[in-house]
């Protein structure tokens, strides 16, 4: 399993890096470059969320090719947009019907991220069952 991740301003890569993601998993950015290719694995991905709720178009982009392998989404925000706030987690989560993991305002802080790490841990291992039994 990986971490896919598409940071606007920085603040999702730095929740990325302070949360050691990849030393846990492994990790992808979505660019404007690569946001078409397709990734051959499971992968939660971590998202900035732009406006009054809106999923960037990298983002959209990606989903595109890549939804069928998502297994969760988490999203990045900032509190000052009210009810808005991280809504394009809640927006690829209800279109693509993957789990909500978690919002974090902007970079996280440190137990946002040890939340994430641990999240992201109990999915993985979940996968790793089923890959077992299914052999």
Not at 33 to 62: C, H, R
């Amino acid at each position: 399993m990986i971490i896919a991740f598409y940071s606007m301003t920085g603040n999702v890569r730095r929740f990325i890096k302070n949360s050691k993601a990849g030393e846990h998993f492994g990790t992808y950015e979505i660019r404007a470059a690569n946001k078409d290719e397709p990734v051959d694995e499971p992968f939660i991905l971590v998202t900035s969320t732009y406006g009054y709720g809106g999923v960037p178009a990298e983002v959209k982009s990606f989903l595109r090719v890549n939804h069928r392998r998502m297994v969760a989404v988490a999203s990045s925000g900032n509190r000052n947009w009210g009810a808005h706030y991280a809504m394009a987690g809640e927006h690829v989560s209800n279109e693509y019907s993957v789990p909500l993991l978690m919002k974090f305002e902007l970079h996280g802080t440190p137990g946002e991220r040890e939340e994430f790490i641990e999240k992201a841990g109990a999915i993985h291992e979940s996968i790793r069952r089923e890959e077992i039994q299914s052999h």
